[in-house]
């Protein structure tokens, strides 16, 4: 069974500012990998996500993440947030060889609060 | 544009009773799932379907079973609802092969 973990519960970041988010996952195969973001009061919302090919992967709003095989990391990244970031950011994993018929592992969520 | 609708944004409901969530889809997705969300725990996978009549536990099935009698509406059923089943409970969907899932905007679920 799959297993993913973020690193931050709560982060809080100034306008501008760059963001990491860290998400590790646990699963000897081949995965696909998403990001999901929940604003306050909708639903989730696919940000990106990675089948294959290349591990830079660009989403919408501009974030991009990157999978890194040998580390068991999919970190999600923006250069420089802005207020309406701020939401409930997921990190979730299925099998690669599922096809879609399995569900999705998720991590905890990470909130963050973008200051103005 | 594609969606996947629960029937009810909010639902207050009575220990002891039986509850239904609806969930229905237009996407002709064959596989819909069933998750609960709460605070500090993400969402847990309670059931899941890839086939009309077929169903497979999830994470979390325990009290909790599942119906899928046509290929867009998937079912939750709470046969004796209890208060530790308060929670966001959200159905998503998601087509054989590839793709992403496509999510609900969750029923919130009382039990008192």
Redesign the interface.
Same mark, same amino acid.
């Given at each position: 069974a799959q297993s993913v973990s973020?690193h931050n519960?709560h982060v809080i970041l100034s306008e501008a500012a760059s963001l990491e988010l860290g998400c590790n996952y646990s699963y000897g195969g081949t995965v696909n990998l998403?990001w999901?973001v929940q604003y306050p009061g909708?639903?989730?919302?696919?940000l990106l996500?990675y089948?294959s090919g290349d591990p830079l992967v660009k989403g919408i709003k501009g974030f991009e993440a990157e999978f890194i095989k040998s580390k068991f990391s999919f970190n999600l990244r923006k250069p420089s947030v802005q207020w309406s970031d701020t939401a409930e950011y997921?990190c =979730?994993v299925n099998a690669g060889s599922g096809? +879609? =018929?399995?569900?999705?592992?998720?991590?905890? +969520?990470t909130h963050l609060i973008i200051q103005p | 544009d594609v969606k996947v609708t629960q029937s009810s944004r909010y639902l207050v409901k009575r220990t002891g009773e039986k509850v239904f969530l609806e969930c229905v889809q237009d996407m002709d997705h064959e596989n819909m799932f069933w998750y609960r969300q709460d605070p500090g725990l993400g969402l847990r996978l309670i059931y899941f379907s890839y086939d009309v009549k077929m169903k497979e536990k999830g994470d979390i099935p325990e009290g909790y079973s599942v119906s899928r009698e046509k290929k867009e509406r998937f079912s939750l059923i709470l046969e004796s609802a209890s208060t530790n089943q308060t929670s966001m409970y959200l159905c998503a969907s998601s087509s054989q092969g590839a793709g992403g899932y496509t999510f609900g905007s969750g029923t919130r679920l009382t039990v008192v």
């Open positions: 973020q519960h998403f999901y909708q639903h989730l919302q696919l996500k089948f997921f =979730a096809g +879609g =018929a399995d569900g999705l592992t998720f991590g905890k +969520g | -």
